[in-house]
């Protein structure tokens, strides 16, 4: 069985830019989540879908961030414009209906100069 | 607010030699508790959980912890250390199966030979 895919694996964008990162969850995945890794600081929760719907997202930072789950299976995260702040690897991770345990992706490295 | 506390940035242990990782956490009521593995270039890897019953869980790689209540803890541990288990390790807790993981910020492992 496939894990969860995340692309891309790195970026290097310049400020101003826009960036999508896309995961593809583990197949029969209702939940998705995001969560983000700012250089030498915790793991921080971004948001939740169940299927389509955004369950959570108290952990978005602003609203130059914006996620979509088109059909309940992939979904992409937004970053438009992109600050140097935004630096950082980004994890997705998913999980099926009512379970707890949540299996991560290898997370997309995005460098913002 | 729930926090969860890794000491220890680094850990230098000798290979063959035992390894504790120390996890503190606050919430409260006993939450769901996670250890996680990122090896260089990898993703997180579950590597145990704690949701009740016995508090001694066995995990992946040869690794255990014990979850003490009355020290709110779930520290990690394993008996001899390969110079495989170099990597990141990181704890999170779901209060309330909130399904939103708080991470902290992760104890890095080096093997030496």
């Known amino acids: 069985e496939a894990g969860v895919t995340q692309f891309p694996s790195h970026s290097v964008i310049e400020k101003g830019q826009t960036v999508t990162l896309r995961c593809d969850p583990i197949s029969g995945h209702d939940n998705l989540y995001w969560y983000r890794r700012v250089m030498g600081k915790e793991i921080k929760f971004l948001l939740h879908?169940?299927?389509?719907?955004?369950?959570?997202e108290s952990g978005m930072p602003n609203n130059r961030f914006l996620a979509e789950r088109t059909g309940g299976t992939y979904s992409t995260l937004k970053v438009q414009p992109a600050e140097l702040e935004d630096s950082g690897v980004y994890f997705c991770?998913?999980?099926?209906?009512?379970?707890?345990?949540?299996?991560f992706g290898p997370g997309t490295r995005l460098l913002v100069l | 607010a729930q926090s969860v506390t890794q000491p220890d940035i680094h850990i230098t242990v000798s290979e063959g030699a035992s390894l504790e990782l120390r996890c503190n956490y606050s919430?409260?009521?006993?939450?769901?508790l996670f250890w996680y593995v990122q090896s260089p270039g990898q993703g997180l890897q579950l590597l145990l959980k704690y949701f009740s019953g016995d508090t001694l869980v066995q995990g992946i790689k040869g690794f255990e912890a014990e979850f003490k209540r009355s020290q709110s803890s779930f520290n990690l541990r394993k008996p001899s250390v390969h110079w495989s288990d170099a990597a990141e390790y990181f704890c999170?807790?779901?209060?309330?199966?909130?399904?939103?993981?708080?991470f902290g910020t992760g104890t890095r492992l080096k093997v030496l030979a």
């Open positions: 919430y409260g009521a006993t939450p769901y």
């Open positions: 879908f169940v299927k389509e719907s955004k369950q959570d």
């Open positions: 999170a807790v779901d209060g309330g199966g909130t399904y939103k993981y708080i």
């Open positions: 991770a998913s999980s099926p209906l009512g379970v707890e345990t949540q299996y």
